[in-house]
């Protein structure tokens, strides 16, 4: 499953996507961090959308933690979501009018060495300031064996400025990795 994933990265990476995605900020993590974030996010208003494609687990051991998300560092109640997963059997759920967003998973410390849940989550028109920001994702991992398929929303019209992602109860382990792409597009 997480090959599945990282081969739809990979492809995309090359310019299998038709060539209009660009790498705009990557973060590894050199040791382990409750949070990552990108700022400053205003220029590249150039985009019509970003994506941001991530590569992480957690430090806590047998349990999955998931990512939660806050855009311009507004903690209000003002983010809903929704997933879709599988894993064998299907689950569904949402949370609304939360403090953040729940966005996606992380494969837990005892997955198998250097097994990492990928993720790619889509901004749609990020710097539009006459809608609401929605979001959707596609999140694999091991521990548990998972697929989701979900979608946000932050109900607040200002531009994109900043985001920032949470581990759920513990952190990121050393070598995560967050990459930020926009996308240019009518």
Excluded: W
């Amino acid at each position: 499953m997480s090959f599945m994933l990282l081969g739809i990265l990979n492809s995309q990476a090359a310019g299998g996507g038709g060539g209009a995605y660009d790498l705009l900020e990557t973060t590894t993590l050199t040791s382990a961090a409750a949070s990552v974030s990108f700022t400053g996010l205003g220029s590249y208003s150039d985009y019509t959308h970003l994506q941001v494609r991530y590569a992480a687990r957690t430090t806590r051991g047998s349990t999955t933690d998931l990512i939660e998300m806050r855009l311009n560092g507004n903690s209000g109640s003002n983010y809903a979501s929704h997933f879709l997963r599988g894993d064998g059997s299907v689950g569904s759920g949402g949370f609304s009018s939360v403090t953040v967003m729940r966005i996606g998973h992380l494969s837990a410390a005892s997955a198998a060495a250097n097994n990492f849940a990928v993720g790619v989550i889509d901004f749609l028109d990020a710097f539009s300031t006459n809608k609401n920001t929605t979001v959707r994702s596609l999140t694999g991992g091991t521990v548990p064996n998972e697929i989701t398929l979900g979608s946000g929303l932050f109900i607040n019209t200002s531009s994109i400025t900043s985001m920032e992602f949470d581990n759920l109860a513990g952190n990121f382990v050393t070598g995560c990795r967050f990459s930020l792409y926009g996308i240019k597009g009518a």
